[in-house]
């Protein structure tokens, strides 16, 4: 059985108490890959302009690695929104659980 933990996708932001830092897509999907997530806090601007939070959800559903609530932080509304779309979306088409709690939740950078 995996540890259940919560993890929290930034390279900007200080991560909150009781997450797991991720910087880049690539440490968030080894921390999918090999733990059992709680939360799972996305942001979609990251250092890399092409490897963002947008290619981080297609991944997730095209290898099935989710959470049992995910939130999008992300402050730039269209990455934010195209995320959420995605993953609810990815719900309606039967590719990911119902189960799954989505929210758009904008975090300001300071």
């Known amino acids: 059985m995996y540890m259940t933990v919560n993890v929290f996708l930034d390279d900007y932001r200080h991560c909150p108490q009781g997450y797991i830092l991720a910087k880049d897509i690539d440490e968030c999907l080894h921390l999918m890959y090999n733990y059992s997530i709680g939360h799972l806090s996305l942001d979609h601007d990251l250092e890399s302009k092409t490897r963002n939070g ?55 950078l300071r």
Request: charged letters at 20%; hydrophobic letters at 45%; glycine letters at 4%.
């Open 54 to 108: 947008l290619m981080l959800v297609h991944a997730m559903v095209e290898h099935q690695l989710f959470a049992e609530r995910i939130t999008i932080h992300s402050a730039n509304s269209v990455g934010g929104k195209n995320m959420f779309r995605y993953l609810k979306a990815a719900q309606e088409n039967d590719q990911m659980p119902h189960s799954i709690k989505i929210v758009l939740r904008p975090l300001p």
